[in-house]
């Protein structure tokens, strides 16, 4: 099973939610929904060298992909999914409104 992390609210993670919506090897987990989910997160994107670029530049790193072996990636392609398009307009996850 691969673990999701992410938030409804996020573009890119709706995009991913909407794949895997009723696959059981995906489990999504919505780190918006409760506290223990942030935290969870939140260790994981600390201590992580995948997110090493993601502090540098002070992006929150969603959607991440945890495999069963522990891998973490945050490619989409590398759980067997599509990242959401670039040239789609609408919602933004950047204060900029550039992108997520």
Known sequence: MIKIYGMKTCPDCAYVDEQVEGNSQYEVIDIGAHVKNLKEFLRLRDNSPAF???RRVGAVGIP???HDDGTV????E?????PRPKNVEGASCRIDGSGC
């Open 78 to 82: 590398e759980a067997g999914l599509k």
């Open 52 to 54: 090493a670029a993601i």
């Open 64 to 66: 991440c992909f945890v």
């Open 73 to 76: 990636t945050l490619r989409a």
